[in-house]
């Protein structure tokens, strides 16, 4: 399902970028360019975000959102002016859970939007990393082949957890001992050849490749 958010900005050329970019991202998304109507909307429909301007026609943003806080804890972010501290102190005083300052990189807005997602709906699936029927709990760490758990030394682990990452990237020795082993590493790169063979004996005894495949002259890779 995909999230619904609510932008209530004023600024039609900002509310219109703002729409494409988030339905790019595969966010649904409505505007309103009135404070009023933008409160209704709020208050009316289910959103999982409601980004909102300071600024707007008929009732201004503070108190739109603390009307909004009154009845519903919806995520809100406040879209406020630059240097204006008092906008910032007050929105989040008013019950914005964060705010974003014009003008801003729409990136910065889509990392604020997924961080705050991540604080609202930390979902069983934000921990944990599965490829084919390997399992692995970050939180716990844990590895579970099937049913089965798996003991991992913590370099073995690492290494898991970068292929799990990047799954379908073909990983280099040196991105490899970067990623697990460090950037001032004192060790040769053959390491990574050698965890990589104690990782696949521990997945998979008989077949080498199932997990982790040897992509000749360049690294490996876990291909799904
Ligand atoms: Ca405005």
């Not at 703002?18 to 595969?26: A, V």
């Not at 959103?47 to 943003?61: A, C, F, R």
């Not at 921990?127 to 073995?156: C, M, P, Q, S, W």
Request: net charge negative; glycine share 4%; hydrophobic share 40%.
């Amino acid at each position: 399902m995909n999230n619904r958010i609510l932008v209530i900005e004023d600024e039609a050329n900002l509310a219109r970028f703002i729409e494409l970019d988030l339905s790019h991202e595969g966010y649904e998304v409505q505007v309103s360019h009135d404070g009023r109507e933008g409160l209704e909307l709020a208050l009316s429909e289910e959103w999982d975000l409601i980004l909102l301007d300071v600024m707007l026609p008929s009732l201004n943003g503070m108190e739109v959102c603390r009307r909004i806080r009154a009845v519903k804890q919806t995520p809100i972010i406040m879209i406020t002016a630059r240097d204006s501290v008092f906008d910032r102190v007050m929105g989040l005083d008013n019950g914005a859970d964060d705010y974003i300052v014009k003008p801003f990189a729409i990136e910065e807005l889509l990392a604020r939007i997924r961080a705050l997602f991540r604080r609202v709906h930390p979902t069983a699936q934000e921990h944990v990393l599965t490829f084919k029927d390997i399992t692995v709990d970050l939180n716990a760490r844990t590895v579970k082949k099937g049913d089965r758990f798996i003991e991992l030394t913590k370099r073995e682990y690492d290494l898991l957890v970068t292929f799990l990452q990047n799954i379908n990237i073909v990983l280099t020795r040196d991105t490899l001992l970067n990623k697990v082993w460090g950037f001032d590493t004192e060790v040769e790169t053959n390491v990574v050849d050698v965890y990589v063979r104690y990782l696949r004996h521990k997945l998979d005894e008989n077949d080498k490749e199932r997990y982790i495949q040897t992509v000749r002259g360049a690294g490996y890779v876990m291909r799904s």
